[in-house]
C-alpha cells in the first residue's frame, strides 16, 4: 500500500478526485476514516486544501 493511501486511510489527507478520479480504494478509504471520523474528518466542517488555496488568494497579508 502507498504511503498516499496510507495517508488517506489515517484521515491525514484527502483523496482529491480530480488526479485519481476512478480510483474506488481511495475513495473506500476515505469513506472508512470519514465514517470514524479520524483526523481532519473529526472536524464537523473540513476545508478541502484546495477551497483553503483560493480563500487564502482573497486574502492580502498584514
Known amino acids: 500500500m ?3 493511501y496510507l495517508l488517506v486511510k489515517a ?3 484527502w483523496w482529491y478526485r480530480h ?3 476512478g480510483d474506488t480504494v481511495l475513495a ?3 469513506k472508512e476514516a470519514r465514517d470514524a471520523k479520524q483526523r481532519l474528518w473529526a472536524d464537523p466542517d473540513p ?3 484546495w477551497e483553503w488555496r483560493k480563500f487564502q488568494e ?3 497579508p498584514q
Open 2 to 4: 502507498s504511503v498516499f
Open 11 to 13: 484521515g491525514l489527507a
Open 19 to 21: 488526479y485519481a478520479p
Open 28 to 30: 473506500g478509504l476515505e
Open 47 to 49: 476545508v478541502p486544501p
Open 58 to 60: 482573497g486574502v492580502s
